[in-house]
């Protein structure tokens, strides 16, 4: 999801600061902003940057991805759009690769459930920015940080005029309402978290990237690795956990600063194209038949 207006400062939020520039050693290329992606961002590209990443012998081949993770408002899901057959199709190329799907986003856990359906199958749910965790689909729903969220509601109290919206963790307020959330929030173990034009009050150390990690955990990959798109500043820290990441085109410029690939297209055309080149690539050149033979199979083809 895309933050509006202005960024904030970290000093001002409370929150990690996020590296804007490009990754030392990236092997991306750079883009411009009124030309996109360097032609290079090709299936060649992809294969060096697949193979480079290859296990060695013995290291029980750390470099796999088991899971894909993809943000869902203005990522899976154009604004006040439904589900395409652009997005399903990404999936379903996700899932014929064997890999588990996961849908993480800063929505409230019923409001995401409502949305998920209309996508076909996941394997996990992580809502609220990682706080609230349901792997796999069906059990017991996990949440983080109930303690923390029932003492900043209390603290709310105080201040009527805020036009908060409460989840089961996750507090967020309009981000021009940010300086009285944070003398109501002071002292508490909070991080404030841009979510498109809303900030929230998430319990610190609760991330999309930890969601996920929970999510896997539950679902029997310890120690696996995931891929993962986004496009706004709450899918950052999620993005620098992932084996292989990717920004849609329409992304905050932090987004595209932060991984690996940069997309042409914006919200589900770009995870499609993700998805049918870098990810499609990674997952056949760490495939067992690819290093049996010192990956020499073909490591992804051109997004279609």
Not at 89 to 100: F, T, Y
Not at 210 to 217: D, E, I, L, N
Request: hydrophobic letters at 40%; one cysteine or more; glycine letters at 10%.
């Amino acid at each position: 999801m895309i933050p509006s207006g202005r960024a904030l400062n970290d000093t001002e939020i409370g929150h990690m600061r996020f590296r804007t520039g490009k990754a030392k050693g990236n092997p991306w290329p750079a883009e411009s902003p009124e030309r996109g992606p360097s032609p290079e961002s090709t299936v060649r590209l992809w294969q060096r940057r697949a193979e480079s990443a290859r296990s060695p012998p013995g290291s029980g081949r750390a470099a796999q991805v088991a899971v894909f993770v993809t943000d869902l408002d203005r990522t899976l899901l154009r604004p006040g759009g439904r589900a395409t057959r652009a997005a399903k199709r990404a999936l379903r190329e996700v899932r014929g690769m064997g890999l588990r799907t996961v849908l993480a986003s800063g929505r409230t856990y019923a409001d995401l459930v409502r949305h998920a359906r209309g996508f076909g199958e996941w394997d996990a749910l992580v809502a609220e920015n990682g706080a609230i965790v349901e792997s796999p689909l069906g059990s017991t729903r996990k949440a983080i940080g109930r303690r923390v969220a029932a003492t900043v509601r209390r603290r709310l109290a105080a201040y009527s005029d805020l036009h908060a919206e409460v989840g089961e963790v996750v507090v967020s307020v309009p981000r021009e309402e940010r300086r009285r959330l944070l003398r109501a929030v002071a002292g508490l173990p909070v991080d404030l978290v841009a979510n498109v034009d809303r900030l929230m009050a998430v319990p610190s150390g609760v991330t999309k990237r930890t969601g996920v990690q929970s999510a896997m955990r539950r679902l029997g990959l310890v120690g696996a690795g995931y891929a993962a798109i986004g496009d706004a500043e709450n899918d950052v820290e999620l993005l620098r956990g992932a084996r292989l990441s990717g920004a849609v085109a329409n992304a905050e410029r932090a987004v595209r600063s932060a991984a690996d690939y940069r997309c042409r297209r914006p919200f589900e055309q770009g995870v499609l194209e993700f998805v049918s080149g870098p990810l499609r690539g990674w997952v056949t050149a760490h495939s067992p038949a690819s290093e049996r033979s010192g990956g020499r199979h073909e490591a992804a083809r051109e997004p279609r």
